[in-house]
């Protein structure tokens, strides 16, 4: 049963500590997403990695937050340094999204992240 | 630019139909997905119409009409189970990334 996954399930960290967030696509899947979700903003892309190349990253705030893919098997998410406002749940998703196929995303259970 | 738009609540009873409405402000999609989230839980894929009509799956199917920029998910023989958020998402024509709606919070009473 492929699955996205994702460590750590829960975070809680300190305002200013860096916090890595790392996701296993699902073998052979060629896109990986970077999610957040909150209560107020919904669901919002940060990052979009295709072949392992990012592709957008614009709905990331670049002063503190990086996306990376060392190898096909691992994505990471990091935060440095961490603000109470980046609480939130962060989701990683992956798809053999090519073209008009990328309508159908599987993700991972997420990264619930408190800053405190 | 792209947005879609769906009630925040829907409110149903057990073993009935309901209908949650999405409408978009732009032409610039492919198609529009479906997703469903539990309390907790992740996104996951429900339909997409690639295409203006319906598409069924089982007690789920999902409507496109691109004349009109509207699109539904109908839910039939609701189930407890079926209590979640829904998500109607457009594929866009420009980056191929989803554009994702705020999401519709489905309440079944008994």
């Known amino acids: 049963d492929a699955r996205v996954t994702q460590t750590p399930r829960h975070k809680v960290t300190e305002m200013g500590q860096e916090v890595t967030m790392r996701c296993q696509p699902i073998l052979g899947h060629n896109t990986v997403f970077w999610y957040r979700q909150t209560m107020m903003q919904g669901l919002e892309l940060l990052a979009y990695f295709r072949n392992r190349a990012p592709l957008d990253d614009s709905g990331m705030p670049k002063d503190r937050f990086s996306a990376e893919m060392p190898d096909a098997t691992l994505a990471t998410l990091k935060i440095q340094p961490s603000e109470p406002r980046d609480s939130a749940v962060y989701f990683c998703?992956?798809?053999?999204?090519?073209?008009?196929?990328?309508?159908?995303?599987?993700f991972g259970p997420g990264t619930r992240l408190t800053v405190t | 630019g792209q947005s879609l738009e769906q009630p925040s609540e829907v409110t149903a009873v057990e073993g009935a139909i309901v209908q949650i409405n999405c409408t978009y402000q732009t032409s610039g999609f492919y198609g529009l997905s479906w997703y469903q989230q539990h309390d907790g839980g992740a996104p996951t894929f429900l339909s997409y119409n690639a295409l203006d009509g319906l598409e069924e799956t089982g007690r789920f199917s999902s409507f496109l009409s691109r004349s009109d920029s509207y699109g539904y998910l109908l839910l039939q023989e609701l189930q407890m189970k079926d209590s979640a958020s829904y998500f109607c998402a457009g594929l866009s024509d420009s980056n191929y990334q989803l554009i994702w709606g705020a999401g519709t919070k489905l309440i079944i009473k008994p």
């Open positions: 998703a992956s798809g053999l999204g090519l073209g008009q196929s990328s309508y159908e995303q599987y």
